[in-house]
């Protein structure tokens, strides 16, 4: 599988953007897809999954509950996150990953995603 993230940029704090991230190589309906994050000095944190063989069902990390949105689009072969009421804090390198056979209470670990995408930066000003 290969991964391709694309969509980050520069915002205001309160801003939007939505990340995007096309799979190819592997049957999209069997993944799950998720969004990691990683800030400077920070370990890398997990922002939302989705289940694409599970009637799409979503997780979301504490920290972006109410504000991040999953979603996919299955004939496009593609991962969204749609970032409402950005903060300063949710400045980082966005990672997409998709794994096979994970699961629910592993959705959440780094470890249960076999492919990465290269990371799209989201720089959020103040």
């Known amino acids: 599988v290969q991964l391709q993230a694309s969509g980050g940029g520069l915002v205001q704090t309160g801003g939007s953007l939505r990340l995007a991230c096309v799979a190819s190589?592997?049957?999209?309906?069997?993944?799950?897809l998720a969004w990691f994050r990683q800030a400077p000095g920070k370990e890398r944190e997990f922002v939302a999954a989705?289940?694409?063989?599970?009637?799409?069902?979503?997780y979301y990390g504490e920290s972006v509950k109410g504000r991040f949105t999953i979603s996919n689009d299955n004939a496009k072969n593609t991962v969204y996150l749609q970032m409402d009421s950005l903060r300063p804090e949710d400045t980082a390198v966005y990672y997409c990953a998709a794994g096979e056979r994970i699961v629910y209470w592993d959705i959440f670990r780094r470890s249960s995603y076999t492919y990465w995408g290269q990371g799209t930066l989201v720089t959020v000003s103040s």
């Open positions: 989705i289940r694409t063989h599970n009637n799409d069902k979503t």
């Open positions: 190589g592997r049957t999209f309906s069997l993944l799950n």
